[in-house]
């Protein structure tokens, strides 16, 4: 009996990660992708919202401290267009 998924390439899974620390972002590429995952890094709010606008990612990794918007800021615009993005929303103390 042949599997279904036989012969297919299965395509990494593609995360967005925003914090406005670059060095989050450089950490979290590190393990992520020797981890198998497609990672995009940003380090603006503004500019993760419009990604998530124009492209296709599976999860996105959301600092919630951030200038000019806050994470719960990002999560509501990105609702207005995009109800089955997945959302981490993470803090630091």
Known sequence: MRHLDQGIKKQP?????VDDEEGIIDSLSVFLKRSGYQLTGVTNPLEAIELVRNEHFDLMLLDFIMAPIHGDKVVEEIRKFNNNLYILLLTRS
Request: aromatic content about 20%.
């Open 13 to 17: 899974y593609k995360i967005i990660a």
